[in-house]
């Protein structure tokens, strides 16, 4: 059967990491990013994104032609392997022309004013500049970028007025190129810094060509002077004018005489000039600083000789929480700002106002997770973070940070009012889906991490995995989490968690090559999977009638849930194993997703593969269907979100309903319900409700609540057993009382204040009588817990052991 490629919808990613890489079109419209092994274009105003495949690595370097015709991006490689650089054609889309000469690692790219010519620099491995002509597809000539005693050069830039003529710098060198075209040929001079050792980051060249400045490591900015005679010639050596650091401000006097100096923390990452000679400087510790480098003249101080002069002043200042990597100006008025924790900023430039416009995870993805049956919202799992976005837009909602800990896995409450997290710190925290506040922590519920929760659709037990090899289960209330019972049969990591549609069973999967099918009303052992493999995923079908798993074989196994038979074993993948499967609600297809990273629709019944995605540069840890079916969303190793259209319409499936009592009630499942629609989750006006972001606007930012520790939080207090009632029968009462509250109130004949008659009304008496015979007493369950343990420690004295038998076993009597 012929496979067809799934068509992306989004991508929720940017590699703040690579310097440069966050570019703007010359028509003001596009941003033009990397992202893992693609190129992303994407409108600023509209938000719709276009992808450029065709590198098989991590892309490390991007650039756009002045014309604006033409982008080029060059990738790493493996060592003793050449590293490709490839020249797009930006109008349809497509390959214009690539070469592979420099060696692992290309370090930084650029065209020329004419947009003739292609200047890429090699990393530390290569060390050469290549100068491409773009015209006529063809390698013209190449050089070393440094002298022998120099170090690495890092950054290349082009002039503004000279079309043949580009600098780079790096560590100790700084140099003036020219390209002879018809030689063939790079002509290549330093600039005189005299004793001043730097290693130079960044570069910036006024409009005239007149002036280069420079960033170093140091934290100070260096003016060198470019004396051009002619287009393409220089009059004589470009010099250094000076080396400024920032204007004195807290220093003492007895410091400047030391010779001490205010530098930017971090170095100075990025530069960006203004046509009023002013700049924007941005720093390693995410300074953002509108300068201008003032006229001094310090040659009849009596200060000590300083390494660079303070003559730097600063009139706006911002701070971006990360180090500057990519800076750019946006219509003469905004400036975008990329860091390194993969996050783009628009500071105004009149007043400097900060507003984030794209953010992403910066590191590994874990999980990602649809509420029930609402497919709007998903939420991602990773290191130091909880994030919710919305599927439409990509925007992210809502963010929970608890710093230097790893989410492995989380999961929302079937009534859609509950985030329940396992972290790698052993504890399970749950959280608001809308301002993400904290309901309940349970410390050590696993003694090493946790890897794994589910929940059952009642909301009043919380099953957990850890990579202590245990599965726990436990009874959920707002004051207290109890521990119910305790698994002990894997002896690895547990590495996933699903219950049945019946929430009788459970399944988890064990890097010990077992899957185990749990009972988890009488807490016992039914069927064990066992396999020679270590298993990554397991999930029941939607009739819970069989059992899907998949692991480091590549093989994706059919078992039978009553006698755990295996049905049937197909290869998954050719070269990686799989390391996530999910089915469709209709049960008709399944995903899958492996160190390939490539994701794989098969047809469950044929077990075919239908569609292919390829997109993602690193392994792929998570993929799911949204809950309609529409829609799959992948997650990889470097942070990569990956939005799919689904090929097929999902047939629609009878599934349980969450319908709200009242206005103020709490939703409850009910089995029993018919078919219902996708929107049927209502937000609460008193809770939370994971429907409530939908009313968030587009351009609000998104809601950002960092946890250092459980001991400044305000768990909530909401029981779940106070069953809330219906709207006062009468029609007086708009409030809403719980049987909790009533229990304690005597009905009185007379009327209220307000004129309720409700307690003389032979209806809700009725119902508060059902309601109250429905919520059995804590003092009776605890009694009954009680007189059933001490009748089961009398029972177990009893017994006697005996000698061994002809059998060799012991016996009980």
């Not at 991006?73 to 214009?96: C, D, E, P």
């Not at 549609?501 to 988890?520: A, F, K, M, P, R």
Request: aromatic share 6%; charged share 25%; proline share 3%.
């Amino acid at each position: 059967m012929d496979t067809k490629p799934l068509d992306i919808i989004g991508i929720i990613g940017f590699d703040g990491v690579i310097k440069n890489a966050l570019r703007l079109h010359p028509d003001q419209e596009h941003m033009i990013y990397p992202m893992g092994n693609k190129v992303t274009i994407k409108n600023i105003a509209s938000g719709e994104q276009s992808f450029l495949t065709g590198h098989t690595n991590l892309i490390s370097a991007v650039c756009v032609s002045p014309c604006g015709n033409f982008v080029a991006s060059g990738q790493i490689n493996h060592l003793g392997f050449k590293a490709m650089v490839i020249v797009w054609n930006y109008q349809n889309r497509t390959v214009k022309s690539s070469y592979e000469i420099h060696k692992v690692r290309v370090e930084d790219i650029c065209f020329t004013l004419d947009s003739n010519y292609l200047i890429s620099l090699g990393g530390r491995d290569d060390g050469n500049v290549v100068i491409w002509d773009v015209r006529n597809n063809d390698a013209m000539c190449g050089s070393f970028a440094s002298n022998e005693i120099a170090g690495n050069t890092y950054t290349i830039t082009r002039m503004n007025t000279h079309g043949e003529c580009f600098l780079t710098a790096g560590d100790r060198t700084l140099k003036v190129w020219r390209i002879d075209s018809k030689r063939r040929k790079i002509y290549g001079v330093n600039v005189k810094v005299g004793k001043l050792r730097r290693s130079i980051n960044c570069i910036v060249i006024n409009e005239k060509d007149t002036d280069a400045y420079c960033g170093t490591s140091s934290g100070d900015i260096i003016k060198a002077r470019l004396n051009y005679r002619s287009e393409n010639e220089e009059q004589t050596e470009s010099v250094m004018v000076g080396c400024y650091s920032k204007m004195y401000k807290g220093l003492k006097k007895v410091n400047q005489a030391k010779g001490e100096v205010e530098c930017y923390a971090g170095g100075v990452e990025k530069l960006l000039l203004l046509k009023d000679e002013r700049m924007i400087v941005g720093a390693g510790d995410g300074t953002v600083e509108l300068i201008e480098i003032m006229d001094i003249d310090f040659s009849k101080s009596k200060l000590a000789k300083l390494p660079s002069t303070p003559q730097i002043k600063t009139h706006l200042v911002e701070n971006v929480c990360a180090t500057v990597t990519s800076m750019l100006l946006y219509k003469n008025d905004f400036v975008l700002v990329g860091t390194v924790l993969s996050e783009i900023y628009q500071i105004r430039l009149r007043d400097f106002d900060i507003r984030l416009l794209v953010t992403c995870h910066n590191s590994s993805i874990y999980s990602i997770v649809f509420p029930w049956n609402y497919s709007e919202i998903f939420a991602t799992a990773g290191k130091n973070d909880i994030r919710l976005w919305r599927l439409e837009t990509q925007k992210e909602l809502l963010r929970i940070s608890v710093p230097n800990f790893v989410c492995s896995c989380l999961c929302f409450s079937y009534d859609g009012r509950m985030i329940i997290s396992a972290w790698n710190d052993g504890i399970i925290r749950a959280f608001t889906p809308q301002k993400g506040k904290l309901i309940f922590t349970i410390h050590n519920a696993h003694i090493k991490a946790a890897s794994a929760v589910v929940i059952k659709t009642d909301g009043k037990r919380i099953i957990s995995g850890g990579c202590d090899g245990q599965v726990r289960i436990w009874d959920i209330k707002p004051d207290v989490q109890r521990l119910v019972a305790i698994l002990k049969e894997h002896r690895g990591p547990i590495t996933s968690l699903c219950i049945s549609s019946n929430n009788e069973d459970l399944v988890s999967s064990s890097t010990d090559g077992t899957c185990i099918i749990w009972d988890i009303i009488r807490c016992a052992r039914k069927q064990v999977l066992m396999g020679n493999t270590m298993y990554m995923a397991a999930c029941f079908s939607p009739n819970s009638i069989q059992i899907l798993t998949c692991g480091t074989d590549r093989k994706i196994a059919y078992w039978e849930t009553w006698d755990a038979s295996l049905v049937r074993e197909i290869e998954g993948s050719t070269s990686g194993s799989l390391n996530c499967i999910d089915i469709s609600p209709d049960g008709q297809y399944f995903v899958t997703g492996s160190n390939d990273c490539i994701v794989k629709l098969w047809e469950y019944h044929t077990a075919n593969v239908t569609h292919i995605g390829i997109g993602h540069a690193a392994i792929i840890t998570s993929c799911k269907f949204s809950s309609n079916g529409e829609h799959l969303v992948s997650v990889s190793a470097d942070g990569a979100i990956i939005i799919w259209k689904s090929p097929f319409v999902m047939a629609r499936v009878k599934t349980p309903s969450i319908k709200s009592k009242s206005v103020t009630a709490r939703t409850t499942v009910k089995p029993e319900e018919s078919e219902v629609k996708c929107d049927d989750l209502k937000l609460n006006d008193l809770e939370e409700h994971v429907a409530g972001m939908n009313q968030v606007d587009e351009t609000a930012e998104s809601v950002r609540t960092t946890y250092h520790g459980d001991d400044q939080l305000q768990p909530c207090t909401r029981d779940p057993a106070d069953i809330p009632l219906p709207v006062c029968l009468c029609g007086k009462d708009k409030d809403t009382a719980s049987v909790k509250s009533l229990k304690q109130q005597k009905p009185t004949e007379e009327p209220s204040s307000d004129g309720c008659h409700c307690a003389k009304n032979a209806e809700t008496k009725s119902l508060l009588n059902s309601k109250r015979s429905s919520i059995k007493p804590i003092e009776t369950a605890n009694s009954a817990s009680s007189s059933q343990r001490r009748a089961s420690l009398q029972s177990n004295k009893k017994c006697v052991l005996k000698p061994k038998t002809s059998t060799g076993r012991k016996s009980l009597q």
